[in-house]
DNA sequence: CTGCATGCAAATCTTTTGCATAAGA
DNA sequence: TCTTATGCAAAAGATTTGCATGCAG
């Protein structure tokens, strides 16, 4: 638990501060690469755990092949648009609102909670008839 | 989209459907294989597969490390508990009723969703005192 | 017969680790 | 100086894939 400065973390954690659109490990390596051509992607992982540990941010399992980081530690719902894979913050909800809402019987008492929408985004609807592709993935 | 019989699908779909454990592909092909020693790893994943192609089974990541299949092929929340890591399934819920509880605005047109509460199940908050262990996980 | 399915091994991919060296406190 | 962090390469774990052969239609 006791951490010293790197200034690699420094850059991995500013580069993750600034973003909204979850980046995978790989992402962050490579845009902080940039600025410091030597890390290596095991830097990038270690510190991406110690930055969690540190409460910096939150690592998720949105279902495809690599994890994301996101600086908004609360829990709160996504948004995973099946076309163009684009993750979207939701607005924020506490796990007590949800309980409320849910009335469900919990199994157990509730820490955390991930909640995850897929669908398509407005923008790929928008242009779904007009061809135009703005993400990754292909767009059937 | 054109399948042919197979004896391997057949017990794998058999073994998934009567469980509500959520099994990792591992799991399946240990279980399988006691009735059927020559069946591969590979040939689990892919009847896996097809099967969630076919809508007999669903395929979900809850963050740890394997993928789990669910022979409960609609939407509903899950509950994994943190202490013995089993993955409990919850009361169903529709996703436009999930819609309507959470009055977000929806970055898009939603098609499916995916919840899962974190928690300590029941048996292992009473067991906590006891020192009893029921799953899988380290109890810390 | 003809083509999908299987078993096996090898290949991928993502993430983690071991180790010698560098850097922070 | 003492300890944590880094870079590199190797290891690990999960899933996929190539290929020759087997079985269903």
């Given at each position: 638990?006791?951490y010293?400065?790197?200034?690699?973390r420094?850059?991995?954690?500013?580069?993750?501060?600034?973003?909204?659109?979850?980046?995978?490990?790989?992402?962050?390596?490579?845009?902080?690469?940039?600025?410091?051509?030597?890390?290596?992607?095991?830097?990038?992982?270690?510190?991406?755990?110690v930055?969690?540990d540190?409460?910096e941010?939150?690592?998720?399992?949105?279902?495809?092949s690599?994890d994301?980081?996101?600086?908004?530690?609360?829990?709160?719902?996504?948004?995973?648009?099946k076309?163009?894979?684009?993750?979207?913050?939701m607005?924020?909800?506490?796990?007590?609102?949800i309980?409320?809402?849910f009335?469900?019987e919990?199994?157990?008492?509730?820490?955390?909670?991930?909640?995850?929408?897929?669908?398509?985004?407005?923008?790929?609807?928008?242009?779904?008839?007009?061809?135009?592709?703005?993400?990754?993935?292909?767009?059937?």
């Amino acid at each position: 638990m006791k951490y010293k400065y790197s200034k690699q973390r420094e850059y991995i954690k500013e580069y993750i501060m600034g973003r909204t659109d979850h980046p995978t490990a790989d992402m962050v390596y490579k845009a902080v690469k940039k600025d410091l051509p030597n890390i290596s992607l095991a830097t990038v992982y270690r510190n991406l755990m110690v930055l969690a540990d540190m409460g910096e941010l939150n690592r998720l399992s949105i279902g495809d092949s690599s994890d994301r980081f996101d600086p908004k530690t609360n829990d709160h719902p996504h948004f995973v648009c099946k076309e163009c894979g684009s993750i979207l913050d939701m607005e924020e909800e506490k796990i007590d609102e949800i309980s409320k809402k849910f009335s469900l019987e919990m199994p157990g008492e509730i820490t955390s909670y991930k909640l995850t929408f897929y669908g398509i985004c407005e923008k790929c609807k928008a242009s779904e008839n007009s061809g135009y592709m703005e993400n990754n993935k292909k767009s059937a």
